[in-house]
């Protein structure tokens, strides 16, 4: 679940073998204020993973209505949001780079 993302990725943020982590996921509104919960404290970790580790991490981590508009947003209409979060997280490494050079 989308709860657990940012534990997997401090994990992976804190080996030092990686340069960026990309978050992927999927969060369905449901009948309660699970869905807000879920999806706000996710990417809280994640933003707070980010400035204690300085490892760039970007989140693809898709809030929708329905399996449907998670659809659209990885290939469909709404484009590919996975793509475009690895996309922001080599642009983000590279501004980076280039602030310290």
């Known amino acids: 679940g989308a709860w657990e993302i940012p534990v997997a990725a401090r994990s992976l943020a804190v080996s030092g073998r990686f340069d960026a982590i990309v978050a992927l996921g999927c969060v369905i509104r449901g009948e309660t204020y699970h869905f807000e919960v879920i999806a706000d404290q996710?990417?809280?970790?994640?933003?707070?993973?980010?400035?204690?580790?300085?490892?760039?991490?970007t989140t693809g981590?898709?809030?929708?209505?329905?399996a449907q508009q998670a659809y659209e947003r990885i290939g469909g209409s709404h484009g590919h949001k996975g793509a475009e979060a690895a996309l922001a997280a080599v642009e983000t490494i590279n501004a980076v780079a280039s602030a310290l050079a």
């Open 61 to 66: 981590i898709l809030t929708v209505e329905s």
């Open 42 to 57: 996710s990417n809280a970790g994640l933003m707070q993973l980010a400035i204690d580790t300085g490892v760039v991490v």
